[in-house]
């Protein structure tokens, strides 16, 4: 059975957008730790939202990384794309939980970017084995914040590597809600 990990960069105060203000993509370690993952990884699987941000981005860049990225088959979890996606993506069919018991049948490890409904989703389910969070030291004070629902959930931290530009990578395993 493969593994599902979702990676997500996000500012001290819980923001994922406005990267450009705060993202640091100098730090070597973190680019050898996202690189080690990515290289590892033979699946993507994201949300919506992701994968319309991401599918604009990548198919523009070049190099060793985004060659990986853009080759890597990507499983796009929505309610509403319909069709064919392009950029080596596919939707997955519903309902949600049996087509990601799918994806960890055939896949040994399955990268998740970001950390919104899908993520969530997943925790519920039982079906994220970790969380790899990059904690960056910028306070961004306003946005949209996307942890997903209010379901609460428990994270137990399994790593913490401090980087040189003062960021932190944490790998939490998650804990499925019990139900009530």
Partial sequence: MGRIISVVDMSLDG???????????????????????????DAALIGRETYEALSEFWPKQDGEFADLVNAMPKYVASRTLRGDLGWNSTVLDEPLEE????????HRLVVSWGFGELGTSL??????????VFLHPFVVGKGEKKFGDSTAF??????ATVLANGSVMIS?????PQAS
């Fill in 15 to 41: 923001y994922y957008d406005r990267m450009d203000e705060w993202f640091d993509p100098a730090d070597e370690r973190r680019q050898q730790l996202s690189d080690e993952l990515h290289h590892a990884a």
């Fill in 99 to 106: 087509s990601v018991k799918r994806l960890k049948e055939q």
């Fill in 123 to 132: 925790i519920r389910a039982g079906l994220l084995d970790e969380v790899r």
């Fill in 154 to 159: 428990r994270l137990h931290t399994t790593e």
């Fill in 172 to 176: 939490y395993r998650p804990e499925a």
